[in-house]
């Protein structure tokens, strides 16, 4: 009933333009097979052609996003391998960072450098270079003990990663300088006041912004809502106007590409802020009014996608609607042979989407381009 109101209520088109398409057949371009204990966790590179997908048995997979093409399967975190929580680049693609509750890890994927074939003193040189890259695991490692409320997330700048976890009886978030980038520790921290849920980075290189979703601890009662880090003192935003969590279902936040806006879900309601150029975030969210969004993304140029609850004997759709627009509206509705969609991932361009095939292990690419 509720995704019925959603199309009657923003689906109408404005002045002049076509009504969209509803009940599209997706473009798929490649399907990405061979995760174990399904997929969990998206994440596009913001400056190569490079798609990292994480799994429920803790393999991060690295591939070519264009062709669909395995360049390098990053081994399990741990032997228990721990489900992928949350993959994310720095802003210049060198660095990904992966969480699980058993260990926040990040590997290096700067290309080598290129050394002159002609060069007598290296004769084995003049072999062509291995194409991808070549990860080298760990740059930082994090992995003492298993946590359900452990995150890390590699800054857009990439001189840091910000972890969240238990000391004690204590929430603690935090961040710590990640070897040869130049930074320092941070004392920008929350401790014993937040739990977190689901983390992101904003994809800039001069801005360490980190938003948390959670709620906060102590009080009368815990709230949810939004911490911000990296911008001097942390900041907590949008409590009693942020939605909890849905039982049983994974909830998540993030940051379009272009790093306008940043989308919120509990697992059934799409919450979205506009971010301004200086990258402060006040203000309570804005709820997609009669969405239910099991697993939402941001895209670019306000664009967001997010899929349907799983029901029994139905397969899930994927809505794709206009956030920038002064009324927010559907762009296209997609039909999937998909039973539950887990995640989904924008590339930078917003040409793709990555779409997680959890039961299947699967991801499919889509093509969002229109076709000329």
């Not at 690295?62 to 669909?68: D, F, I, N, Y």
């Not at 991808?132 to 995150?151: H, M």
Request: charge should be neutral; proline fraction near 8%.
């Amino acid at each position: 009933m509720r995704l019925a109101v959603w199309f009657a209520a923003v689906a109408v088109p404005v002045a002049g333009e076509a009504a969209p398409a509803q009940d599209r057949k997706p473009d798929v371009v490649a399907r990405l097979e061979g995760h174990k204990g399904g997929v969990s966790a998206l994440a596009f590179s913001p400056k190569v052609s490079l798609l990292a997908t994480g799994a429920g048995n803790g393999v991060v997979r690295l591939w070519e996003a264009k062709t669909g093409d395995l360049l390098a399967r990053l081994d399990p975190q741990k032997s228990s391998g721990g489900r992928i929580a949350h993959l994310g680049f720095s802003a210049d693609g060198n660095l990904v960072g992966a969480s699980s509750r058993n260990a926040v890890v990040v590997w290096d994927l700067t290309p080598p450098p290129k050394r002159d074939p002609k060069d007598p003193k290296d004769p084995k040189d003049a072999k062509k270079e291995p194409e991808g890259p070549r990860p080298i695991p760990v740059v930082f490692e994090d992995g003492l003990g298993t946590d359900a409320n452990k995150f890390g997330v590699v800054a857009g700048d990439g001189r840091r990663v910000w972890l969240s976890g238990t000391e004690g009886s204590r929430i603690a978030v935090g961040s710590r300088a990640l070897p040869n980038r130049g930074a320092a520790d941070t004392t920008d921290e929350l401790r014993g006041g937040f739990v977190p849920l689901a983390v992101d980075a904003v994809a800039d290189p001069d801005s360490g912004l980190v938003a948390v979703y959670g709620y906060t601890r102590g009080g009368e009662k815990a709230e949810p809502a939004v911490a911000f880090l990296g911008l001097g003192d942390a900041r907590v935003v949008g409590r009693g106007a942020v939605r909890g969590p849905v039982a049983g279902r994974q909830p998540s936040v993030g940051f379009a590409p272009d790093g306008k806006f940043l989308v919120a879900c509990n697992g059934e309601d799409l919450m979205y802020w506009r971010v301004p150029g200086s990258q402060v975030v006040e203000g309570d969210p804005k709820v997609l009014a009669g969405s239910v969004a099991f697993a939402a993304a941001a895209g670019p140029n306000g664009r967001v996608a997010f899929a349907s609850p799983p029901e029994d004997g139905r397969k899930v759709k994927v809505t794709v609607a206009d956030l920038a627009a002064a009324t927010p509206r559907v762009l296209a509705v997609y039909a999937t042979d998909i039973d539950r969609v887990s995640a989904l991932a924008f590339s930078p361009d917003g040409n793709l989407l990555a779409v997680a095939d959890d039961p299947e292990g699967v991801v499919q690419l889509w093509s969002l381009a229109e076709k000329k």
